[in-house]
C-alpha cells in the first residue's frame, strides 16, 4: 500500500467481509453438535425454549432442565409458555442460537417451515423424563440414540360422522406424507396433543385400507376415543433404529 490509510481501509473491508461469511456459515445449536462444541472448548451456555400443552408441565419441564446446568454449561430457560409453537418462537431461537423444547404440542406449519429454513432445531416429546435424559446426554457429549420416532404423516378432519355399530368416524384428508394403519397416532387440536392411541379402522371409501398417501381422503376410527372436532389433526408416526455411522 501507498500510505496506512489505504492499508487500514483495505484490512477493514477484509474483516467485514470474514465477519458477514461466518454469520451466514454459522451453525445454529442442535444436541448433536453440543458434543463437537464442548470438545474444542466453544460451549458455555444452552439456551432453550419450552413449549408446552399446560403450565404444570412447562414449569415442570423448565425446572428439571435448570437443574441440568453444570460448572461447564449452564442452561438458560429464554422463554417458555403454553401452546403450539409459534414462528415468533423460532425467530427468539434463531436470534439467540437456542433449541426449542415442546412437550406435548406441535410447530404450526408456517413455524415448521420457518424452522426449516433457519435450521432450528425443535425437539418434540410426551415424556418430560426422556427430554431430561436426551438433554443431560448431549451435554456431557455422550447422546447416542438408538431409536427414535419419526412423523411420517397428517390426516386433517374434514368431517365427523356418528355410525351406529361403529362409532366416531373422522373423514380425513391426508395432507403430508402417508397414514398407516398399523401405526400409532396422536390427535392434535391447536397445535396441542390431546389424545394418543391406535386407528381401529382405516378406510377408502367403504373399503379397508393398510396406508393412504398424501392427496386421497380417508375414514379414520380411533380406539376408544370419540371426541373428535373437524380441524383437528391426526398425526401417525413411527419408531426407527438410528443406524450408528460406521468408524
Do not use: W
Request: net charge negative; charged share 30%; glycine share 6%.
Amino acid at each position: 500500500m501507498e500510505s496506512d490509510r489505504e492499508a487500514r481501509e483495505l484490512a477493514n473491508k477484509r474483516s467485514q467481509i470474514l465477519r458477514e461469511q461466518s454469520i451466514r456459515t454459522k451453525k445454529h445449536i442442535t444436541l448433536d453438535e453440543i458434543g463437537r462444541r464442548l470438545a474444542i472448548g466453544s460451549f458455555k451456555q444452552l439456551n432453550v425454549i419450552v413449549k408446552g400443552d399446560v403450565d404444570g408441565s412447562v414449569e415442570a419441564l423448565s425446572d428439571s432442565l435448570l437443574k441440568l446446568s453444570t460448572q461447564k454449561v449452564e442452561v438458560s430457560i429464554i422463554h417458555k409458555g403454553v401452546g403450539q409453537i409459534s414462528e415468533s418462537d423460532v425467530l427468539l431461537a434463531s436470534a439467540s442460537d437456542a433449541i426449542i423444547i415442546g412437550f406435548q404440542v406441535r410447530p404450526s406449519p408456517s413455524a415448521r417451515r420457518l424452522a426449516d429454513n433457519e435450521e432450528i432445531e425443535i425437539r418434540l416429546y410426551s415424556i418430560i423424563y426422556d427430554a431430561i435424559d436426551e438433554i443431560k446426554a448431549a451435554m456431557e457429549g455422550m447422546l447416542e440414540k438408538e431409536m427414535e420416532e419419526v412423523i411420517v404423516g397428517n390426516a386433517e378432519v374434514r368431517d365427523v360422522f356418528k355410525i351406529s355399530k361403529v362409532g366416531t368416524v373422522a373423514g380425513s384428508m391426508v395432507t403430508d406424507g402417508y397414514v398407516k394403519r398399523n401405526n400409532p397416532i396422536r390427535l392434535i387440536r391447536d397445535g396441542i396433543v390431546v389424545y394418543s392411541g391406535e386407528m381401529t379402522a382405516l378406510k377408502r371409501f367403504k373399503d379397508d385400507a393398510s396406508e393412504v398417501k398424501a392427496g386421497f381422503d380417508c375414514g379414520i376410527s380411533i380406539k376408544n376415543f370419540a371426541d373428535i372436532n373437524v380441524g383437528d389433526v391426526i398425526e401417525s408416526y413411527e419408531t426407527r433404529e438410528v443406524k450408528k455411522a460406521k468408524a
